[in-house]
T-cell receptor, first 113, second 114 residues
Framework: LAKTTQPISMDSYEGQEVNITCSHN???????ITWYQQFPSQGPRFIIQ???TKVTNEVASLFIPADRKSSTLSLPRVSLSDTAVYYC??????????????FGAGTRLAVHP | DAGITQSPRYKITETGRQVTLMCHQT?????MFWYRQDLGHGLRLIYY???????DKGEVPDGYVVSRSKTENFPLTLESATRSQTSVYFC?????????????FGPGTRLLVL
């Protein structure tokens, strides 16, 4: 199983760029990397997903090095509303195999004024 | 997100009782999931379903039973609740779109087993 390791917590200030790194040394060839955001008392919400190199959408970027043993979620110019827990998820998609899908313990991001 | 609902939102029960948590999606997503979330453990997959009448175990299936007679419903049953099953339970469904697979989570059910 591709176990993931993330920092437990991070602090930032409004307007700064935040980078959260997830380590997944045992990632398999068919595994994808997905990041979710979770606010208190809510279910997680999809942020971004990728397989290799760089992926960017309207809210974040995901950087994946060639060896794919880690990935970095980048949040540009964070605001107070980005205070949440961020989860890194590694696993096979599109074809089942979800019993091998592992969520990390999450990184608690606190954004300060 | 409004397309997936869970009921009840809060539940208190006693050890040994049977409890069923309901999950309903208004989309026609094939895949549905049940997770539990405990402090320090993030989310752990209990069961998932690829389609009606097709279910499979996740990481922590013991003590739980699922069924899926209709695509839109995926109930989770604790046949004999234990205190260790006190947790927040999230249901999710997933869809593949433009080469990405996204899971949509419900609001969660907070279960307390006394």
């Amino acid at each position: 199983l591709a176990k993931t390791t993330q920092p437990i917590s991070m602090d930032s200030y409004e307007g700064q760029e935040v980078n959260i790194t997830c380590s997944h040394n045992n990632i398999a060839t068919n595994d994808y990397i997905t990041w979710y955001q979770q606010f208190p008392s809510q279910g997680p919400r999809f942020i971004i997903q990728g397989y290799k190199t760089k992926v960017t959408n309207e809210v974040a970027s995901l950087f994946i090095p060639a060896d794919r043993k880690s990935s970095t979620l980048s949040l540009p110019r964070v605001s107070l509303s980005d205070t949440a827990v961020y989860y890194c998820l590694v696993g096979v998609l599109f074809s089942g195999g979800y019993n091998k899908l592992i969520f990390g313990a999450g990184t608690r991001l606190a954004v300060h004024p | 997100d409004a397309g997936i609902t869970q009921s009840p939102r809060y539940k208190i029960t006693e050890t040994g009782r049977q409890v069923t948590l309901m999950c309903h999606q208004t989309w026609s997503h094939s895949y549905m999931f049940w997770y539990r979330q405990d402090l320090g453990h993030g989310l752990r997959l209990i069961y998932y379903s690829a389609a009606a009448d097709i279910t499979d175990k996740g990481e922590v299936p013991d003590g739980y039973v699922v069924s899926r007679s209709k695509t839109e419903n995926f109930p989770l049953t604790l046949e004999s609740a234990t205190r260790s099953q006190t947790s927040v339970y999230f249901c999710a469904s997933s869809v593949e779109r433009e080469g990405q697979e996204t899971q949509y989570f419900g609001p969660g059910t907070r279960l307390l087993v006394l």
